[in-house]
Antibody
Framework: EVQLVESGGGLVQPGRSMKLSCAASGFTFSDYYMAWVRQAPKKGLEWVAS????????YYGDSVKGRFTISRDNAKSTLYLQMNSLRSEDTATYYC???????????????WGQGVMVTVSS | DIQMTQSPASLSASLGETVTIECLASEDIYSNLAWYQQKPGKSPQLLIY???SLQDGVPSRFSGSESGTQYSLEINSLQSEDAATYFC??????????FGGGTKLELK
């Protein structure tokens, strides 16, 4: 059974940093692109960042480019999101998601974690 | 970037009815459209990919279709457990991966 479990959220002051983790199990982690998708309170879904199989390629949404860094440790089957220079508009639930890697699933988010809340406030 | 415009933003329907949610892509996405269901307090779940292919385990009362750059999600014989917010997402041209704004379905 595929499982994605996020951790590391909480309350942080504007301008500070926070690192999220996502522990994956139930599949071969290194066979999949992974992503972070966020959802501000009562709002829609916003793709944040994605990372390739070995981590050699990373992609970021415009709203976080230059401030957030996605990374992965395939030996630990863990995905990370380092968030720097946090702003109030970064307040959201952050979901770790597996990205489909074949056929019609390519480009979809086929499994999601339960999400972790990040609140940026003084 | 491809923009996804979803409508309506919300709708209310009764048990047993049929509802349709639509998603308009800003350009041709060649059927690369996914639908997700998000129940209150839960994470999104993939329902449909490639516009009309059902994810394993998804009831057959859910179906997807397309007409040009307009995509539709139809839910037949509404059940109480279908109360949720539904999102579309294009998986044709990325990054960025883009979602529609969501449709909140309420059961009367």
């Amino acid at each position: 059974e595929v499982q994605l479990v996020e951790s590391g959220g909480g309350l942080v002051q504007p301008g500070r940093s926070m690192k999220l983790s996502c522990a994956a199990s139930g599949f071969t982690f290194s066979d999949y692109y992974m992503a972070w998708v966020r959802q501000a309170p009562k709002k829609g879904l916003e793709w944040v960042a994605s990372i390739s199989y070995e981590g050699s390629s990373t992609y970021y949404g415009d709203s976080v480019k230059g401030r957030f860094t996605i990374s992965r440790d395939n030996a630990k089957s863990t995905l990370y999101l380092q968030m720097n220079s946090l702003r109030s508009e970064d307040t959201a639930t952050y979901y770790c998601a597996r990205q489909g890697n074949y056929g019609g699933y390519r480009g979809t988010f086929d499994y999601w974690g339960q999400g972790v809340m990040v609140t940026v406030s003084s | 970037d491809i923009q996804m415009t979803q409508s309506p933003a919300s709708l209310s329907a009764s048990l047993g009815e049929t509802v349709t949610i639509e998603c308009l892509a800003s350009e041709d996405i060649y059927s690369n459209l996914a639908w997700y269901q998000q129940k209150p307090g839960k994470s999104p779940q993939l329902l449909i990919y490639d516009a009309s292919s059902l994810q394993d385990g998804v009831p057959s009362r859910f179906s997807g279709s397309e007409s040009g750059t307009q995509y539709s999600l139809e839910i037949n014989s509404l059940q109480s457990e279908d109360a949720a917010t539904y999102f579309c997402q294009q998986h044709h041209d990325y990054p960025p991966w883009t979602f529609g704004g969501g449709t909140k379905l309420e059961l009367k």
